[in-house]
């Protein structure tokens, strides 16, 4: 058996890919458009692994998912592919309607069609899996509740407005087609491999080179923070053990303010690699003007993944945060190669003229 993998070559699919074809045996078709989220360099230690299929290609190519579909008869189709990032959703909202929801609704169509062919038995065991957000449900007031799965929808940001969308359509799918889909919605994500336009990965390598590290606004921002890591678990687990029609929300039980999240990277980075002007790394923070429509606060309610799946996070804030921070500095050429844009080139460096 294999699964299809989209988005794979980003930072939550790449973690993906590698902790599948550490614990399982079953192969991976990896399908990913390579945008500048994409960075194969993630999945360098794969290089000659038979088991990782690795495909540039975009999923809204119906044609190229369709050919894949029939080739590799995959038993599960992952979505991870996605326009992810908040500001660049401000600054141009068109490929996340592009990818997020013409992408997603064109594999959606891929997939429906091979799966109507499938016999009985096989259309009962396949799944789809799509990877969405809590920034779905909208903004939280500070002593609300935290969102549950049946949270109504009140996106604020065209990033989580085509995330929203996205889970619509797959919901239809189901309702309409008896398409067996799964839906996971989680909280921010951190750990290896994090492109450096978001926070965390942002305040490190800042941080390392001796630039400003920006807090939008005041700071106060509430986010929930879980370990990439624990992310793929609960991914793994669901695919396994969720019911088809369900979503389940995914946290770490982690609900921390963007300015505290940014004092704790600094301490961490005083402790392991201290200015050698012996200044605290905190003196660096600088406050910008507020992003546009910023949600105030997102929490996650996981007990129904708990409960149902027996699924909860290992690693705490203060255990992910370490290895991250350990993960940037023990990986400077990674970084390095990102902030350069030579990791755009590794395709070629690496894959082509390479004797077959
Ligand atoms: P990312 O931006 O790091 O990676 C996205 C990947 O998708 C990249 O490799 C990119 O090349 C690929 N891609 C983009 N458009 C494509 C297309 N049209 N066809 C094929 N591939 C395409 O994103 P991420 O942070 O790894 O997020 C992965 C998924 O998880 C997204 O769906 C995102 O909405 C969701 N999510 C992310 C977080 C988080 O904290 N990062 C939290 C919850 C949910
Ligand atoms: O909640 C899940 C979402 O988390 C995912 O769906 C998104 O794909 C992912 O990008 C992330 O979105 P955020 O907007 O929460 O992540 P980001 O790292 O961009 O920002 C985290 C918080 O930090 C947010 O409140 C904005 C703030 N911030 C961000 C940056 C880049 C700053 O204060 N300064 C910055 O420079």
Not at 94 to 119: D, H, K, M
Not at 140 to 156: I, R
Request: charged letters at 20%; a negative charge; proline letters at 6%.
């Amino acid at each position: 058996m294999t699964i299809l993998v989209t988005g794979g070559a980003g930072f939550i699919g790449s973690n993906f890919v590698l902790d599948w074809l550490a614990t399982c045996s079953e192969p991976v078709v990896n399908l990913d458009k390579l945008t500048y989220a994409g960075n194969l360099e993630n999945l360098a230690e794969l290089e000659g692994n038979p088991r990782h299929i690795f495909v540039q290609g975009d999923i809204g190519d119906t044609a190229l998912v369709e050919s894949l579909m029939r080739e590799h008869q995959p038993r599960a189709v992952l979505n991870f592919a996605a326009e992810s990032h908040v500001d660049r959703s401000i600054h141009g909202p068109e490929a996340f309607i592009q990818t997020n929801i013409v992408g997603t609704f064109r594999l959606l169509e891929a997939v429906r069609s091979w799966w109507g062919q499938l016999p009985a038995d096989g259309k009962v065991r396949f799944r789809f899996l799509h990877v969405s957000t809590d920034e779905v449900y909208g903004s939280l007031e500070k002593t609300a509740p935290a969102f549950t799965e049946s949270h109504s929808y009140e996106p604020n940001s065209p990033y989580s407005a085509s995330k929203a969308s996205s889970d619509h359509l797959v919901r239809a799918y189901h309702h309409t087609y008896g398409l067996p889909v799964l839906t996971t919605n989680c909280s921010n994500n951190y750990g290896p491999y994090h492109f450096p336009e978001k926070l965390i990965p942002l305040v490190i390598v800042n941080a390392l080179s001796g630039k400003p590290l920006p807090v939008y606004g005041d700071g106060q921002q509430i986010r929930d923070w879980l370990y990439v890591k624990d992310h793929c678990a609960a991914i793994r687990r669901v695919l396994e053990a969720g019911v088809c029609g369900e979503t389940y929300n995914v946290g770490g039980w982690n609900e921390k303010a963007n300015l505290d999240i940014v004092t704790e990277v600094c301490a961490l980075l005083d402790e392991l690699r201290p200015r050698e002007d012996g200044v605290h790394y905190r003196m660096q923070i600088t406050h910008v003007p507020d992003r546009p429509g910023h949600d105030r606060r997102y929490a996650i309610d996981a007990r129904k993944i708990e409960r149902e799946l027996h699924w909860r996070p290992a690693e705490t804030f203060a255990t992910g945060i370490r290895k991250t921070v350990q993960w940037y500095l023990d990986h400077p050429q990674w970084v390095a190669n990102v902030q350069s844009g030579s990791y755009r080139d590794w395709v070629a460096q690496n894959y082509e003229g390479r004797p077959a």
